[in-house]
């Protein structure tokens, strides 16, 4: 008898795969969106392994790692690191975009990019998934389907109210994906601008979930500065009209200053700007400075969010002399 154990095992793992590609056919799901990969996925959402029954199903909150690692346990295929991608891209993502997944449900604000990102069923999905293989599965699927466009609607809004908001000069809103930079991108449009760029243009805000949130492309084009797409540009442009001066700003929390090669860069890139280039550095506080100040560049701007009406001038002796309440009286 012992010997038919792993053959049960093997076949248990066979026939729930196939009832997770059923379950994803039936859900209208496109070919590369229920293939084993995709099934493999939701099975490991759903924290079912072959011994449970649908109705056992869960909702744990799973990152991409959990999930691969899930599927070698439970189901005895180890997919290779490099596959990371490809589960993320095909499988969780059209899964999230139609509404069976919530993403960051524990922590809307955090980051698009945060590698703590984790998914979890969506509660009415949930709800009718339990009923596969019972007499109420397609009553069930039926008023699923029927109700996904205004579970969808409700998903996104939920989204968009964890995005950050940020108010141009000229008064129009622009939002920005939650949590990472964006808080500090946010105070450097409201905060820096009014102190240092009064009437300024901010002709380019960059997300890591889109890449150009904010773009005045033509008004670039007017300066002479043409973008590619591929480029790495600057987290934030603002023409200071008063001045002519091209204030490129890189906000950073955790990496990216302007140091030396990358001042090189900003210059490469823009080398057919007509407004004089001003590379900044923005922080959210001293404390996060203290660990770059080591690789800042010369001829840059430090900005710091909690005492945002000063400036720190790494310029040699462009700006050496006394200010003015150490003048002679």
């Known amino acids: 008898m012992a010997s038919n154990k792993p053959d049960r095992k093997s076949a248990a793992r066979k026939q729930r795969l196939a009832e997770a590609i059923e379950v994803l056919t039936a859900l209208q799901f496109g070919p590369r969106q229920r293939n084993e990969g995709a099934a493999h996925t939701l099975l490991a959402l ?173 008004y670039l084009a007017g300066l002479g500065v043409a973008l590619d797409s591929a480029a790495k540009m600057p987290d934030v442009i603002i023409h200071c009209t008063k001045r002519n001066w091209l204030l490129l700003i890189e906000a950073v929390t955790s990496a990216g200053p302007v140091d030396g090669k990358r001042r090189k860069e900003l210059k490469e890139l823009f080398a057919g700007s007509k407004a004089g280039l001003v590379f900044v550095t923005a922080f959210d506080t001293r404390r996060v400075m203290q660990s770059f100040l080591a690789s800042i560049a010369w001829e840059s701007e430090v900005w710091i969010a909690e005492d945002p009406a000063h400036m720190i001038h790494f310029n040699g002796d462009k700006f050496l002399g006394p200010y003015p309440d150490a003048m002679p009286s």
């Open 46 to 218: 759903l924290d079912l392994a072959p011994e449970k029954s649908w109705e056992e199903a869960e909702s744990p909150l799973r990152g991409i790692t959990p999930i691969i690692n899930f599927i070698a346990e439970k189901y005895s295929l180890r997919y290779a690191p490099n596959t990371r991608e490809t589960i993320r891209d095909e499988s969780v993502k059209f899964f999230a975009e139609a509404g069976l997944l919530l993403r960051n449900p524990d922590n809307p604000n955090r980051p698009t990019n945060s590698g703590k990102t984790v998914y979890q069923v969506e509660p009415s999905a949930l709800a009718l998934l339990r009923t596969f293989g019972t007499l109420e599965w397609a009553h069930k699927l039926k008023a699923y389907l029927a109700n996904v466009e205004t579970i969808k609607r409700e998903i996104a809004r939920h989204r968009e109210l964890a995005r950050v908001p940020v108010t141009l000069p000229d008064g129009k809103t622009v939002a920005l994906s939650p949590g990472g930079q964006n808080p500090l991108i946010k105070a450097i449009i409201e905060d820096f601008c009014p102190h240092f760029a009064p009437g300024g243009v901010v002709a380019y805000i960059g997300d890591t979930e889109n890449k150009f949130a904010h773009l005045e492309a033509d």
